[in-house]
């Protein structure tokens, strides 16, 4: 049970203006009484994970998962311009060893780290769900939220075309899966699936 303390009841939640503002200088609904932090604002990449801080993730959550995970993975903050930030993999996705979905309308602030790695960064097409379908708490952006397979094979939803034709671009395969009625709720695949066995081994990208 989270404490009524660590929240800002004077955040601007209606005003967007007020949010950006805030976003900019790393203030959100949540504060630093106590840590926090949700497990979708993390994306791991082998030895490096990528976190945002965001409305439920805090800096002090994101400093005791530092800490917990000790000096095998590497901590990485990544900041975006989003009013809103809450789940970072419908903002930044990585696909594949060497590649990464950004997100056009929320640029990353620290893109050029992974430019001089030498990973394309690949900027997906707008989505095309309908205004017409109920999005309570997510965003349309939840196209780019995907379940990659393999580096060679990804889930996607069937509707999101203009995103399906990209990664066959890349080279990957596309399994067309039907999700929106799982967006409307607040998630994509990526949000909605763990894995549980991995093959392979542990390895650095950067």
Same mark, same amino acid.
């Given at each position: 049970?989270?404490?009524?303390?660590?929240?800002?009841?004077?955040?601007? #939640?209606?005003?967007?203006?007020?949010?950006?503002?805030?976003?900019?200088?790393?203030?959100?609904?949540?504060?630093?009484?106590?840590?926090?932090?949700?497990?979708?604002?993390?994306?791991?990449?082998?030895?490096?994970?990528?976190?945002?801080?965001?409305?439920?993730?805090?800096?002090?959550?994101?400093? %005791?998962?530092?800490?917990?995970?000790?000096?095998?993975?590497?901590?990485?903050?990544?900041?975006?311009?989003?009013?809103?930030?809450?789940? #970072?993999?419908?903002?930044?996705?990585?696909?594949?060893?060497?590649?990464?979905?950004?997100?056009?309308?929320?640029?990353?602030?620290?893109?050029?780290?992974?430019?001089?790695?030498? %990973?394309?960064?690949?900027?997906?097409?707008?989505?095309?769900?309908?205004?017409?379908?109920?999005? %309570?708490?997510?965003?349309?952006?939840?196209?780019?939220?995907?379940?990659?397979?393999?580096?060679?094979?990804?889930?996607?939803?069937?509707?999101?075309?203009? #995103?399906?034709?990209?990664?066959?671009?890349?080279?990957?395969?596309?399994?067309?899966?039907? #999700?929106?009625?799982?967006?409307?709720?607040?998630?994509?695949?990526?949000?909605?699936?763990?894995?549980?066995?991995?093959?392979?081994?542990?390895?650095?990208?950067?």
């Amino acid at each position: 049970m989270l404490s009524d303390d660590l929240y800002d009841y004077e955040y601007p #939640i209606q005003n967007v203006e007020e949010r950006h503002k805030l976003a900019f200088e790393g203030k959100f609904v949540t504060n630093e009484f106590e840590p926090t932090f949700d497990a979708a604002d993390f994306i791991r990449c082998g030895k490096d994970i990528f976190v945002q801080r965001s409305q439920v993730t805090n800096y002090f959550g994101i400093e %005791w998962m530092r800490r917990h995970l000790g000096e095998e993975y590497r901590l990485h903050l990544l900041t975006f311009k989003d009013p809103n930030p809450m789940h #970072i993999d419908a903002t930044f996705n990585t696909i594949a060893p060497g590649i990464v979905l950004a997100n056009p309308d929320r640029p990353c602030g620290q893109i050029e780290m992974f430019k001089k790695a030498g %990973w394309k960064v690949v900027h997906p097409p707008k989505p095309v769900v309908p205004d017409s379908h109920p999005l %309570w708490l997510s965003s349309k952006w939840l196209s780019m939220n995907v379940l990659m397979l393999s580096p060679t094979r990804v889930v996607v939803e069937k509707d999101e075309i203009p #995103i399906q034709k990209m990664f066959e671009s890349l080279g990957i395969e596309c399994v067309k899966v039907g #999700i929106r009625h799982a967006n409307s709720f607040g998630g994509g695949f990526h949000c909605w699936t763990t894995d549980v066995r991995r093959e392979g081994t542990l390895q650095s990208y950067f």
